[in-house]
C-alpha cells in the first residue's frame, strides 16, 4: 500500500467486529509511531496497550465518572448525561484493543512565563499527534480500523491514578483499534482542495 492510499483509507471507525487484534500488530504500530518528530530529542511518546475486559472496564469506568461531572457542572440534565456516557462506556468495553498514547514530559524545558510555558507543552501535544498520525497508518496497512479520541486529555489524573503511571506521564489520547464491522459505512469524503487551506500572501485568493 502506498502512503497516499493508507492516508486515504484511514478513518474514524467506531463500530468494530468481536476479533482481537493481534498483539504483534499492535507492537509495530508503537514501533512506526516512535518515527514522529519530537522536541528535543525527548522521544516522549508511551504506549498504555489494553485488551483485557478488565482493563477496558476500569478505563471507561473511571473515564465516564470524570466525564459526568463534567457534564452536570455544564448543566446537562441527569438523564441525557447517563445517556452520553453509557454509550461511551458501551464503545469502550466492546472494543477489542485501547491504546492510551501518553507524552513523556520529563525532558520537557521548565520557563518561568505562561507564554513559553503553553508553548513547551504544545510542543509536545504536537508531537504526539505525529505519533498517533503514524500510529494509525500502520494500522491501516494491515487493514485493521481505529478511532482517535481525545477524553483522556480532559481527564489526566484520573487514567494516571487508575493504571498508577507516574506523574510525569500526560495522558493525551486514547485510540480505539479493531476490525472495522461489516455494517459501517464510512461517510463519503469531499475530494479536498489544498488551496481551501492555504492561507498568506501565496494563497489563490492573493494570486488571482
Request: glycine share 4%.
Amino acid at each position: 500500500m502506498h502512503l497516499r492510499e493508507a492516508i486515504s483509507a484511514r478513518r474514524s471507525v467506531r463500530a468494530f467486529v468481536d476479533q482481537p487484534v493481534p498483539r504483534d500488530a499492535l507492537e509495530d504500530a508503537v514501533a512506526l509511531a516512535v518515527q514522529a518528530p519530537a522536541p528535543h530529542h525527548s522521544a516522549p511518546w508511551r504506549f498504555l496497550i489494553l485488551t483485557t475486559e478488565a482493563d477496558k472496564q476500569r478505563l471507561a469506568t473511571a473515564m465516564g465518572a470524570a466525564w459526568k461531572e463534567d457534564l452536570a457542572a455544564d448543566g446537562l440534565p441527569r438523564d441525557r448525561i447517563d445517556d452520553i456516557v453509557g454509550r461511551s462506556y458501551d464503545l469502550l468495553t466492546k472494543t477489542p484493543a485501547l491504546v492510551v498514547c501518553c507524552a513523556d514530559m520529563t525532558k520537557a524545558h521548565s520557563y518561568s512565563d505562561e507564554r513559553r510555558a503553553r508553548a513547551e507543552w504544545s510542543l509536545y501535544a504536537h508531537s504526539i499527534g505525529a505519533a498517533l498520525q503514524n500510529f494509525m497508518l500502520a494500522l491501516v496497512e494491515r487493514d485493521i480500523a481505529s478511532c482517535w479520541i481525545s477524553a483522556p486529555v480532559f481527564c489526566g489524573d484520573t487514567v494516571r491514578r487508575i493504571f498508577d503511571l507516574p506523574d510525569h506521564l500526560e495522558p493525551h489520547a486514547l485510540i480505539l483499534v479493531g476490525y472495522a464491522s461489516p455494517d459501517y459505512n464510512p461517510r463519503p469524503r469531499t475530494p479536498a482542495r489544498a488551496d481551501d487551506y492555504i492561507i498568506g500572501p501565496d494563497s489563490l485568493a492573493d494570486r488571482e
